[in-house]
């Protein structure tokens, strides 16, 4: 049985994709990593990892295009912001049979593949407590039609889970997208990737599994989060006095003096003498972005 990770980047988030991959390889330095292109601009983000952190690049490109053409016929141009996104939905068609999805705004604290254990007893496994929130940024209070209130406790963040390959097929995506195109009131558009697969996963996997609720409460990983106490280069939840499997800037701007700005900083430059001052540019959101932060503040 194969295990891996896989990530989404492409040329424009090159900084944020090194910062991952140095803190996966400072506590695992073979787990296979495979990325995941967001787009065809990912040339120079290959030259990097592919040398500097053994990373494979997703083989069958094919396929991301076959989920583009399938994004865009059955949800047109303008439904669901950032459609690329969806991108991620590849890794249940990659070599792994059990894998680890991880978005490149997140550092990690220990030898994360090893979470893949607590899919011995589940299908799908994530880490937040996006459920706390309700439904928020995830869907539209309409869902209540569809799923109940015990299911919808198990919604979760899109940027860390994972599962076991071929569990979802790609009929599977066609009638969710169809769904969603035909019934767009119940998903909350602006996050497309974390609307689309929470209905994916609600509707599919009755064997899913939160790591945050294992013996009552786990810590917190949020980077909007202002409690976490710093240890070393780690993070600690003081509230179960339990260190952070990784942090996630989630939402949060990533950038000098922002939250846990060092800890982002240190993993970036671990492998290379760190320049006089940082030039680090956040990418500019898209017009969606800009409306759901305001709708949030």
Not at 57 to 75: A, F, R, S
Not at 158 to 165: I, L, Q, R
Not at 191 to 206: E, F, G, H, V
Not at 229 to 237: A, F, H, I, P, S
Request: proline content about 5%; some cysteine; glycine content about 6%.
């Amino acid at each position: 049985m194969s295990r891996g990770i896989y990530i989404l980047a492409n040329d424009r988030v090159i900084d944020n994709a090194i910062a991952l991959l140095n803190s996966i390889r400072a506590y695992d330095a073979d787990s296979p990593i495979v990325m995941i292109p967001y787009n065809n601009q990912y040339q120079a983000i290959a030259d990097i990892i592919t040398k500097s952190h053994g990373v494979k690049i997703y083989e069958d490109l094919q396929l991301l295009e076959k989920i583009d053409d399938l994004v865009k016929q059955t949800c047109g141009d303008n439904l669901l912001d950032r459609p690329n996104l969806l991108r991620k939905l590849a890794c249940w068609f990659g070599p792994f049979d059990e894998f680890l999805y991880i978005d490149t705004d997140i550092v990690v604290f220990e030898k994360i593949i090893e979470n893949l254990n607590y899919l011995a007893n589940n299908d799908f496994i994530c880490c937040d407590y996006q459920y706390t929130g309700g439904i928020k940024q995830v869907f539209t209070p309409k869902i209540t039609e569809i799923f109940s209130e015990d299911e919808l406790k198990d919604v979760f963040n899109s940027g860390f889970w994972g599962s076991k390959k071929n569990l979802i097929t790609q009929q599977d995506l066609q009638n969710t997208f169809e769904f969603c195109a035909s019934h767009p009131e119940y998903f909350y558009v602006l996050n497309s990737d974390q609307t689309i697969l929470n209905y994916l996963i609600l509707k599919r996997m009755p064997r899913r599994f939160n790591i945050v609720r294992e013996n009552g409460k786990g810590p917190g990983n949020w980077a909007g989060s202002p409690h976490f106490k710093q240890e070393g280069y780690k993070l600690v939840d003081p509230k179960v006095n339990q260190p952070l499997k990784f942090v996630h800037w989630a939402g949060v701007r990533l950038e000098p003096g922002g939250s846990y700005w060092d800890i982002w900083e240190h993993y970036r430059y671990l492998n290379e003498p760190k320049p006089a001052q940082v030039a680090f540019t956040q990418k500019k959101k898209s017009l969606w972005q800009q409306i759901k932060d305001k709708i949030k503040g």
